[in-house]
C-alpha cells in the first residue's frame, strides 16, 4: 500500500495554485500588450489612409495662349502693365479648349477648377520670359482644392464634395485626355503655408523646428551635462543638494504648458524678446528637456564602475582629471541617448510653443534664428483645425512626417546606446 505524505500533497497543490497564477498572469500581460499594439496599429491604419494621398497633388496641363490681347497686356517688362494685366482669362480660354460643347456663359463655373494661384504663377512665368508674349506655351498649374479632393476621395463618401455634376463631368472628361493628372506632391515638401490647401507645404515648419532644435541642443546638453557632473561628483551631500534633487525630478513630471508659461512670463513679457521666433522657443523646450537630461546623465555617470575612479586616482590623477578623462568618455553614451530622447521629445511638444505664439500663420520659410516661424508639431495643430477636408488630409501627412522624425530619432538613440556601450 502507498504510504499518504499530507504534507507533499499540501505542497503539490501549492505549487499548483502557484503556476496557475503565474499563467494568468502571463496571459494578463500578453492581452496587455495585444490591446496596446491594436489601438497603436489602429492609429497608423487612421493617420496613413487619410495622410498617404496628401503626398500627392492634382496639376492641370494646359496649352496657354498667351495673346497680348486676351491678356491685356504689350510689355512684360512694364510693371504698371504687368499689375492691370488679366492673367486668368488665358487659362480659362484654354479650359474651355480642353472641353467639347462649353461656352463662355460658363465661364465661372469653369474658373472655379483653376487654383487661386496659378495666375500668379503664369504671372511671374511671363515676367520672367517676356519673349514668350503671343505664343502658346505648355504648362502645368496645381488644381483647385476642390478638384484635388474629388479626383482622389471621389468614391468616399467621408469627403464632402463641393463641385457641381456638370464640373464633375468636366474632371472626368479632363483626366480621360490627361490634361488632369495625379503626380507626387513636391509642393508639400516646397512651400511654406497657405490658405489654399493644394499650396500648403512644411518647408517652413521643417526650418522653423529645424531652428528650433538646434538652439535646445546647444543649451540644453552642455547645461544638462555640466549640471549632472556638477550633482554626482563634486556637490557636497547636504540639504541643499538634497533638495535641488527633489526638484529637478519634479520638473521631469511637470506637463510641458507650464513650461510654455514660464517662457512667457519671463522671456517675453520680463525680457522684451519678440514672439514666435526659434530662439524663444529654443528656450522654452531647453528648460523642458534639461531635467531629462540631467537625470539621464547621472545615471550614465553612477553605471561608471568605482574601480574606475579609484585606479585613476591610484595613479595620481586630480578629481577633476579622473572625470574628464575616465568618467566622462565611459558616461558619454548614456548622456547622448538620453539627450536624444529628450530632443525628440522637445520635437514633438506644441502646448509650450502656442503660449509664445509659434501659433501664428507664416507663410515665408524663416532664414535666421529671429525670424517668424512655426514648428511641425503646431502646423498640424493649425491645420487639424481648418473646416477644410483637404487641410486634414494635409495634417495626417505632415503626422506622418513627424513620426518619421521621432522614430528615426529614437532609432539613432537606440544604435549610439548599442555602438558605445563598454560592459565591464
Do not use: C
Request: hydrophobic share 50%; glycine share 6%; no cysteine.
Amino acid at each position: 500500500m502507498t504510504e499518504h505524505h499530507p504534507q507533499a500533497e499540501i505542497v503539490r497543490k501549492s505549487l499548483k495554485k502557484r503556476y496557475r497564477k503565474e499563467m494568468r498572469f502571463r496571459a494578463y500581460g500578453i492581452v496587455a500588450i495585444l490591446i496596446a499594439l491594436s489601438a497603436l496599429l489602429a492609429l497608423f491604419t487612421d493617420i496613413v489612409g487619410k495622410g498617404s494621398s496628401g503626398f500627392l497633388k492634382t496639376s492641370l496641363n494646359l496649352e496657354v495662349e498667351l495673346d497680348s490681347q486676351l491678356l491685356n497686356l504689350d510689355d512684360p517688362t512694364d510693371p504698371r502693365q504687368v499689375k492691370m494685366a488679366d492673367f486668368v482669362e488665358p487659362l480659362i480660354q484654354a479650359l474651355i479648349r480642353e472641353l467639347p460643347g462649353v461656352t463662355n456663359v460658363q465661364h465661372e463655373a469653369v474658373r472655379k477648377l483653376i487654383n487661386p494661384y496659378a495666375s500668379t504663377e503664369l504671372r511671374d512665368a511671363l515676367v520672367q520670359h517676356p519673349e514668350w508674349l503671343n505664343t502658346t506655351r505648355k504648362m502645368s498649374f496645381l488644381a483647385h482644392s476642390d478638384v484635388d479632393v474629388y479626383s482622389k476621395h471621389a468614391d468616399n463618401k467621408a469627403y464632402s464634395i463641393k463641385l457641381s455634376q456638370q464640373q464633375r463631368n468636366w474632371v472626368d472628361t479632363l483626366k480621360e485626355k490627361g490634361v488632369i493628372e495625379t503626380s507626387f506632391n513636391d509642393v508639400f515638401f516646397k512651400g511654406g503655408d497657405s490658405r489654399d490647401p493644394a499650396k500648403a507645404g512644411i518647408l517652413g515648419a521643417v526650418v522653423g523646428s529645424l531652428l528650433t532644435m538646434f538652439v535646445t541642443l546647444v543649451l540644453s546638453f552642455p547645461i544638462g551635462v555640466a549640471a549632472a557632473i556638477y550633482l554626482e561628483e563634486f556637490a557636497p551631500k547636504n540639504r541643499l543638494t538634497d533638495f535641488i534633487e527633489v526638484n529637478i525630478n519634479n520638473l521631469a513630471a511637470v506637463p510641458s504648458i507650464i513650461f510654455g508659461l514660464l517662457g512667457l512670463a519671463v522671456f517675453i513679457n520680463l525680457f522684451g524678446m519678440p514672439r514666435s521666433v526659434p530662439v524663444v522657443g529654443g528656450l522654452v523646450l531647453t528648460l523642458m528637456t534639461l531635467p531629462t537630461i540631467i537625470i539621464s546623465s547621472r545615471a550614465a555617470i553612477k553605471s561608471v564602475p568605482p574601480s574606475i575612479r579609484e585606479a585613476a586616482e591610484g595613479v595620481g590623477a586630480s578629481k577633476m582629471q579622473v572625470v574628464l578623462h575616465h568618467v566622462l568618455p565611459l558616461a558619454m553614451p548614456g548622456m547622448l541617448t538620453g539627450s536624444i530622447i529628450g530632443m525628440a521629445q522637445a520635437l514633438g511638444e506644441t502646448a509650450p510653443l502656442l503660449l509664445i505664439g509659434m501659433v501664428a500663420f507664416i507663410v515665408d520659410v524663416p532664414t535666421g534664428f529671429f525670424d517668424s516661424a512655426t514648428v511641425l508639431p503646431v502646423q498640424v495643430f493649425l491645420w487639424s483645425g481648418s473646416p477644410e477636408l483637404a487641410f486634414i488630409e494635409r495634417a495626417s501627412a505632415a503626422i506622418m512626417v513627424l513620426l518619421s522624425f521621432l522614430i528615426g530619432m529614437n532609432a539613432l538613440a537606440i544604435w549610439q546606446r548599442k555602438r558605445l556601450e563598454r560592459r565591464w
